[in-house]
């Protein structure tokens, strides 16, 4: 089934973005319950799930080309929004492969590689590109490897280089992040970069999650989500621009703020990569506001029940404290209080 | 609870090392920057920092065991060339301003040192540098929690969040969301 692109998407200035039906029934909804608390949540990446945002190894969703459009810029604005350190050219050269092979057997209408050897041909028919290129020759593309294949896919990626029985970020591409910057913690180790993460590091779940990931094999990639909250549908929720979004959270009102707060999911996966041995840390971001989960009656219900009983350090870390309680009012209307089925399922076929 | 921010011990001499470099961004090494029983003279070279213009080092390695250099920069100079003609069983300690111990380390690392062959002590000013992540100036010499940029002039918060690789601190600007709206400033990192 071919995807109903929406090219003309923005994600800035005058927000021109929604999801369909479809969309939000595929969204990957975070809560496998009614509360939430960090915890090491990794399953297998497998194909499939239990909403259709799991169905392939990079999801793509009828933003693909809007959201390459927003990518696009945030660089031309800020080229430091992607950095590899120079030892990471062997996991650059992985991601591409790992990218190209798994789009193209995942949406053979929209992607196909064809290889003879090391001469490949990459096609990209949403957006227009078909580029022949030598495997391993930097100079036979018109971008080093990372750029140039993330440039084409939706959502963040960071690269991880295994050492000294630790994890360190040696490259990433990140435009569409959740307020962190790659050009500040770029080089540093798992438990560094996790630093500003409160609650998280008392109940270990970081040791337990890097002693985890070390041994990751190739072949068996995982994922998890994670979440926070958005004030209007921005991808680039940067520190970088924090004075430009920042002022954002002062313009939700209770008439407002149905459609204007989005719940901002990251399906995070990670993959052994199998020359370099790093590891490819995808962060693919999904956007929709609270009107449109709603719509789903078990979501509704259990968003209302998360917020309003979430920790108070966590939800200070989110972000949520000027509105969180606006948030819970609004959402009360749509919780009467029945129980909710387990698992992030919307337990309905059609909006 | 900061996991990035650094920390620091009294240094001891590494007995698996065979040559035994100090070096130090004051005139004099504190002796409370040494661990019990480390005194300045049981390394092999002590270089400090007189902080005048005439200030200049031996020529002869060894034969003269104190160097004076005129400032930071002046010395990293010199120990970035040493570096690069050490062999194994080198070690290399560091004494002072934390931006001092990240230059020294960031210098090690760069010609292949591995993180048990240099140690690093945190003496004197606590200041700190702080890294604007809008405009990317560093701002040098910070003591209070939220601090003017020297590039953009945002009044940034210093947060607890130190990259090794900029040798700096984070700052966001703390009134982005309500422009105006800055809390009390203090001064902090003596």
Redesign the interface.
Same mark, same amino acid.
């Given at each position: 089934m071919s995807i109903a692109y929406k090219p003309d998407e923005t994600f800035r200035d005058d927000f021109v973005y929604s999801n369909s039906d479809a969309a939000i029934l595929r969204f990957p909804f975070p809560f496998i319950e009614d509360e939430y608390m960090y915890s090491v949540n990794i399953e297998p990446h497998v194909r499939g799930g239990e909403t259709g945002a799991f169905d392939a190894v990079f999801d793509v969703d009828e933003h693909y080309i809007a959201e390459c459009r927003e990518r696009a810029m945030v660089l031309e604005q800020d080229p430091?929004r992607c950095m590899v350190l120079p030892h990471m050219m062997t996991a650059q050269w992985d991601t591409l492969e790992l990218i190209m092979e798994s789009l193209a057997e995942d949406y053979p209408e929209d992607f196909t590689l064809e290889k003879d050897g090391d001469a490949w041909t990459w096609t990209n028919r949403p957006l227009g590109i078909k580029d022949s290129f030598v495997f391993g020759d930097v100079d036979s593309l018109p971008l080093e490897p990372f750029e140039y294949i993330t440039r084409q896919a939706q959502g963040d990626f960071t690269l991880q280089d295994q050492r000294?029985n630790n994890l360190f970020m040696d490259g990433g591409m990140v435009t569409t992040q959740a307020d962190w910057?790659l050009? %500040?913690?770029?080089?540093?180790s798992f !438990?560094?970069? !996790?630093?500003?993460v409160p609650v998280a !590091?008392e109940i270990n779940v %970081?040791d337990r999650a890097l002693q985890y990931l070390l041994r990751l094999q190739y072949g068996h990639p995982v994922r998890r989500l994670n979440w926070t909250m958005t004030v209007n549908p921005r991808l680039d929720t940067s520190?970088?621009?924090?004075?430009i979004w920042?002022?954002d959270?002062?313009t939700l009102t209770p008439e407002n703020i149905g459609g204007k707060l989005h719940l901002r999911v990251e399906l995070q996966t990670l993959f052994r990569l199998p020359r370099s041995n790093a590891i490819l840390f995808g962060i693919r971001c999904y956007l929709a506001s609270l009107d449109e989960l709603t719509s789903v009656p078990k979501w509704g219900r259990r968003l209302h029940r998360v917020l309003r009983d979430l920790h108070p350090e966590i939800a200070e870390y989110k972000g949520t404290t000027?509105y969180r309680e606006m948030a819970v009012e609004y959402l009360s209307q749509f919780d009467d209080g029945e129980p909710t089925s387990s698992g992030i399922g919307p337990d309905v076929e059609s909006l | 609870m900061s996991k990035s921010r650094p920390t620091y011990s009294p240094l001891y001499l590494d007995k698996t090392g065979k040559r035994h470099l100090i070096v130090c961004d004051t005139a004099e090494i504190p002796a409370d920057a040494l661990a019990d029983g480390v005194t300045p003279d049981m390394f092999d070279e002590r270089w400090t920092i007189a902080g005048h213009s005439k200030a200049i080092p031996g020529t002869e390695r060894g034969a003269v065991a104190d160097h004076e250099f005129r400032s930071m920069n002046h010395m990293l100079i010199a120990l970035r060339r040493r570096l690069g003609e050490e062999k194994m069983g080198f070690r290399l300690y560091a004494v002072g301003a934390e931006g001092f111990l990240w230059e020294v380390r960031t210098a090690a690392i760069a010609v292949g040192m591995g993180g048990g062959e240099v140690q690093l002590n945190q003496v004197g000013s606590q200041a700190r540098r702080v890294f604007c992540n809008h405009c990317r100036t560093i701002t040098e010499g910070v003591t209070t929690n939220i601090v003017e940029c020297a590039g953009c002039g945002a009044h940034l918060f210093v947060r607890d969040h130190f990259s090794r690789r900029l040798n700096a601190f984070a700052g966001f600007q703390v009134d982005a969301e309500e422009p105006g709206d800055i809390p009390e400033i203090e001064e902090i990192y003596r």
């Open positions: 430091n000294e910057s050009e %500040f913690d770029l080089g540093m !438990h560094e970069w !996790h630093g500003p !590091h %970081f520190p970088e621009n924090y004075p920042g002022p959270r002062m000027r | -």
